[in-house]
C-alpha cells in the first residue's frame, strides 16, 4: 500500500504528465490548422488557442443562427443542411483533413456561404473553444460506434462530453444524435436522461427511424441501402 504522500506525489506527476500530453496535443492541432492552402482558409475556423473562446454572434454578425456538426465526415449532410438554413452559419468540425477538403470543395462548387470548417479531434480537445450560449442546434451524425467494450473510451458521446456541449448551448438548444447501432444510441438516450440538463423532446426513451425534411447523412445512407434501421434522438437544453 502507499502512504499518502506517496499517493499525493503519484497524483502531482500524473496530472503534470497529462498537461504535457494535453500540450502537445493543442500544438498538433494548431499546426495541422495552419496547414490549409489559402484559399481553403476562407472556409476554415482556425484551431488557434489564442482565438479563444471564439465569440460566433461577434465575429458573424450577419447570421441569426448557430448550428454545431461533430463528425461531418465528406460533408454531403452539412451542405444540404446550410441550404435549408440560409440564415445561420455551420460550424462542422472533423478529424480527417482529406474529408474537409473535399467538402470545401463541394461548398465552393454550390456557391455555400454559411458553413466554416475546423480540423479538430474533439477528444483531444473542445472545451474553451466556443463561448457559452453560442449554439441553437447541435449534431452528431453516425458516430464511429466503437463496439468493444475497451474501445468505448473512444466514442464521442460520454457523460462529460454532454457537459461541455451543455456548456456552449442556450436553453432550448436542439441536439440531435442519430446512429444506426442500437447499443450505442441506448447508451446516449442514459446519458441524455440522466441529464438534469436536458430533455427527450420526443418522450422519455423514445427514439424515431427519421425525420421529416432532414437532409441524410452519407452514412444514413449507406446503412439504410445495407437494410439496417437508424435511429434518431433529440433533446432539448432546459
Ligand atoms: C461514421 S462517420 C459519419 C460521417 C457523417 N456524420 C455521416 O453521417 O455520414 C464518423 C465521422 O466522424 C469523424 N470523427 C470520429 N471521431 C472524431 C473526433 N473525435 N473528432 C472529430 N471527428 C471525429 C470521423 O473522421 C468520420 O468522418
Given amino acids: 500500500m502507499l502512504a499518502a504522500s506517496q499517493a499525493i506525489g503519484m497524483n502531482i506527476s500524473l496530472s503534470m504528465k497529462n498537461e504535457k500530453i494535453q500540450k502537445k496535443l493543442t ?4 499546426q495541422r490548422s495552419r496547414k ?3 484559399i481553403e482558409k476562407n472556409y476554415i475556423l482556425p484551431f488557434e488557442p489564442s482565438n479563444f473562446p471564439y465569440f ?5 454578425n450577419q447570421y ?4 454545431l456538426e461533430i463528425g461531418s465526415g465528406w460533408g454531403e449532410f452539412t451542405l444540404e443542411l446550410a441550404k435549408q438554413n440560409r440564415d445561420s452559419l455551420i460550424i462542422a468540425l472533423e478529424k480527417k483533413k482529406k474529408r474537409i477538403i473535399r467538402s470545401i470543395k463541394n461548398q465552393k462548387k454550390e456557391n455555400i456561404e454559411n458553413i466554416r470548417w475546423m480540423l479538430l479531434d474533439v477528444s483531444w480537445y ?4 466556443f463561448a457559452e450560449n453560442s449554439f441553437d442546434h447541435i449534431i452528431i451524425n453516425f458516430p464511429d460506434p466503437w463496439p468493444k ?7 464521442i458521446l460520454t457523460e462529460n462530453f454532454l457537459n461541455s456541449i451543455t456548456n456552449i448551448s442556450k436553453n432550448g438548444t436542439l441536439f440531435e444524435f442519430a446512429s444506426d447501432y442500437w447499443p450505442y444510441i441506448y447508451d446516449a438516450l442514459f446519458v441524455i ?22 437532409p441524410e447523412s452519407y452514412f444514413q445512407k449507406l446503412k439504410t441501402e445495407e437494410g439496417e434501421n437508424t435511429y434518431f ?3 432539448e437544453k432546459l
Fill in 27 to 30: 500544438e498538433i492541432l494548431t
Fill in 36 to 38: 490549409f492552402s489559402e
Fill in 56 to 60: 460566433l454572434k461577434k465575429n458573424f
Fill in 64 to 67: 441569426n443562427g448557430f448550428i
Fill in 126 to 129: 473542445f472545451e474553451d473553444i
Fill in 149 to 155: 467494450k475497451k474501445h468505448h473510451k473512444h466514442r
Fill in 193 to 214: 436522461e440522466n441529464s438534469k440538463y436536458w430533455q427527450n423532446i420526443n418522450g422519455k426513451g423514445v427514439l424515431l427511424n427519421n425525420i421529416k425534411d432532414r
Fill in 233 to 235: 434522438l433529440q433533446a
